[in-house]
């Protein structure tokens, strides 16, 4: 049942990708979309399964062995699949967001040539056929199989208008920042390896606990740090954290769908979800876990502050999700990882619902990202105001709307845990997501209608018509006049996705407002390590706090939230007048979040450049021509030298060749003789 969740997908993969192309776009796109539909249906069947097993010390999991993968000595490693309440979240999450994307995708992407449409089916399946091995994996090597997958289909996705030159950048960008990230997860694998001799999720656990309880000392805890803070490495660069973000909103330039399904279901997660997984490895290596900690609060202030001057609709929810990737890195860095994939879950529907609704204004105005040309879009597209609105409430953390919840898990646990720094730039940056997620919301949907007025050059290329790219650049003419709402498949998706965003918190209502925190308790176990008796014997320990406080902190929040949305409205919700006025008052600040802190370019100086002097100058020039050219034209020169001096003996004569047969003879009689 396990390996049928993948392997669904993977077989839509392998039928657009072959003869897709020859079939219509409807028979394409619904083969594909059916596939996710399938997947989902067999992972609710699975946990289905799954919550009806008699737990094991206290853990309900389904393992499916499928073959042993690699026997080598003492090694060996099996392509094993394990369903336990963690996985489980993640497979409903990844299948059933995933498939209104791709229910989604079949009108928005309807333009495309029926080749480039079964293309990206085929990319689109691949996605998620990885990422669900990634999070099924039973073991590091795995995971490792999905985690590599993902990001290849990233490059795929990213670059998938590829004759567009800042599209084929883009695709190799995500690519290469993450294969340095990639390095750091793979030295973390061997190091792990070399010191406990396996690479399965639960033996490891194990065997990590067991330094603390049979030594009654952290024993151990360089390497443990050492490996951490390696395979966190690993983290940054697919869950887009300092100092490895910088692919992310980039990626922008793959269709909206893309984006939707790598920020919301997909890639982004996969560092999260690796942590949680290795909850009781991380527990070990509290250096490990402040550091992490530490870097997700800075992210989401560094994106946050960033996202308040962007004017690209898709490039401020790729800031978005930085920051909000940042907050979950936040929650598992003090220990509370059942609330990091709290946030995981509930973002997956806010944020799948955001880049749809974006999708749907920019399919409405013929590929314009830019929010300074949109406005007065709120009557004429009403299914995707409605709930674009209820998307922006539950992101900016307003009750009763999901994002509410979790990110006041997140903010309770920091404070609970007595990083009360942590929680007070948390909350900043809370206030920062509210300004400027409302900021989009009034810049896109109030006040009168700016389509007209954008330029030709100003368009471009989220929705663009064959994979030429082309289209979008040049709208026609009065668009503002020819608004038509989504259509219905795309329509579906954004109410069904808001239908989440409003009740997927509920799962997770905290003790002090009456609830029991019920996914706090479903994915508890799965931060534990068992005997192989099924005896618990370390887990992530809880942090509980007084009521009084939590509600206290719990209203500053609301409060926070609330002015940021004030904020917003003071400055965009007629006009641009006071937002200009204030950039200019401070344009020195204002110009450095526009331009992103320059970091691409501090790395394109730091980085970039000097490998390019050194591949051309050194490499290329070199060792490529120099050294290497050299050695090869060498040979060659030298065997064509011989060969002018042996082909002078080869006259065509027959009485010259008699007469050397004839000296030869007589010196050979000559030498014997003589001797």
């Given at each position: 049942?396990?390996?049928?969740?993948?392997?669904?997908?993977?077989?839509?993969?392998?039928i657009?990708?072959?003869?897709?192309?020859?079939?219509?776009?409807?028979?394409?796109?619904?083969?594909a979309t059916a596939a996710m539909a399938g997947a989902f249906g067999v992972s609710v069947a699975a946990v289905w399964t799954m919550l009806g097993l008699e737990p094991i010390g206290g853990v309900r999991a389904i393992d499916q062995h499928v073959f042993t993968?690699?026997?080598?000595?003492?090694?060996?490693?099996?392509?094993?699949l394990r369903l336990d309440p963690l996985s489980s979240i993640m497979i409903l999450v990844i299948t059933g967001i995933g498939t209104l994307i791709h229910l989604y995708s079949t009108a928005y992407m309807h333009d495309e040539t029926n080749p480039d449409?079964?293309?990206?089916?085929?990319?689109l399946n691949l996605f998620a056929s990885f990422m669900l091995i990634l999070v099924?994996?039973?073991?590091?090597?795995?995971?490792?199989?999905?985690?590599?997958?993902v990001g290849l289909c990233s490059y795929l996705l990213i670059g998938f208008y590829y004759t567009k030159q800042s599209a084929a950048d883009a695709g190799k960008k995500a690519f290469v920042v993450n294969r340095i990230g990639d390095f750091g997860f793979i030295l973390g694998m061997l190091i792990l390896f070399t010191a406990f001799g396996t690479l399965d999720f639960q033996l490891l656990a194990i065997q990590v606990s067991q330094l603390e309880v049979e030594a009654g000392t952290m024993a151990g805890a360089g390497l443990l740090t050492g490996a951490t803070l390696l395979l966190f490495l690993g983290a940054t660069g697919k869950s887009a954290q300092l100092p490895l973000y910088v692919w992310l909103p980039d990626a922008m330039e793959g269709p909206t769908p893309v984006s939707a399904l790598i920020h919301a279901a997909t890639m982004v997660t996969a560092g999260v979800y690796m942590i949680a997984r290795n909850a009781v490895l991380f527990s070990h290596a509290p250096f490990t876990l402040e550091v992490i900690a530490i870097v997700g609060v800075l992210t989401a202030l560094v994106a946050g502050t960033i996202g308040l001057v962007q004017n690209d609709i898709k490039r401020v929810l790729a800031y978005s999700t930085v920051s909000q990737l940042g907050y979950m890195f936040l929650a598992v860095g003090v220990g509370a990882f059942a609330g990091g994939v709290f946030h995981l879950y509930t973002h997956a529907f806010f944020k799948a619902l955001l880049f749809l609704g974006s999708g749907a204004v920019i399919h409405a105005l013929h590929g314009q990202q830019d929010m300074r040309f949109m406005g007065g879009l709120k009557d004429k597209l009403p299914i995707t105001f409605w709930t674009f609105l209820i998307g922006t409430i539950a992101i900016s953390g307003l009750p009763p709307f999901a994002g509410f919840f979790s990110k006041d898990e997140i903010l309770w646990k920091t404070w609970s845990s007595g990083h009360y720094v942590l929680w007070g730039l948390a909350v900043v940056a809370a206030f920062l997501t509210?300004?400027?997620?409302?900021?989009?919301l009034y810049m896109t949907f109030w006040g009168t209608s700016r389509a007209n007025s954008a330029p030709e050059h100003e368009g471009t290329s989220a929705h663009v018509h064959g994979s030429t790219g082309h289209s979008a650049a040049h709208p026609p003419s009065g668009p503002s006049a020819h608004l038509h709402d989504a259509p219905r498949p795309m329509a579906i998706a954004l109410v069904l996705l808001a239908v989440g965003s409003i009740v997927a918190g509920f799962f997770g209502v905290p003790h002090a407002l009456g609830g029991h925190n019920q996914i706090e308790a479903f994915l508890e176990p799965s931060f534990h390590a068992m005997t192989l008796s099924g005896e618990e014997v370390a887990h992530a320990?809880?942090?509980?706090?007084?009521?009084?406080?939590?509600?206290?902190?719990?209203?500053l929040s609301i409060a926070v939230a609330i002015a940021g949305i004030l904020l917003a409205t003071a400055l965009f919700k007629n006009g641009f007048g006071r937002a200009e006025a204030l950039a200019a008052q401070f344009s020195g600040v204002h110009k450095v979040l526009y331009n992103k802190y320059y970091v691409d370019e501090l790395y394109d100086a730091v980085f970039v450049q000097p490998i390019k002097r050194l591949s051309t100058g050194a490499l290329w020039k070199v060792m490529d021509a120099g050294v290497i050219d050299g050695i090869v034209n060498g040979v060659g020169l030298t065997v064509r030298g011989w060969s002018a001096v042996l082909r002078r003996v080869q006259t065509g004569s027959v009485r010259a060749y008699a007469m050397s047969i004839f000296v030869g003879v007589v010196a050979i009689l000559g030498y014997y003789l003589w001797r």
């Open positions: 049942m396990l390996l049928l969740i993948p392997l669904l997908p993977f077989l839509g993969f392998l657009n990708a072959t003869v897709g192309r020859r079939w219509s776009q409807g028979l394409s796109g619904g083969i993968w690699i026997a080598s000595s003492t090694l060996e490693i099996p392509f094993a449409f079964a293309r990206y089916f085929s990319y099924l994996g039973a073991s590091f090597p795995v995971m490792f199989i999905g985690w590599e997958g509210a300004t400027y997620m409302f900021r989009l320990a809880a942090v509980h706090g007084d009521v009084a406080i939590e509600l206290g902190l719990m209203g």
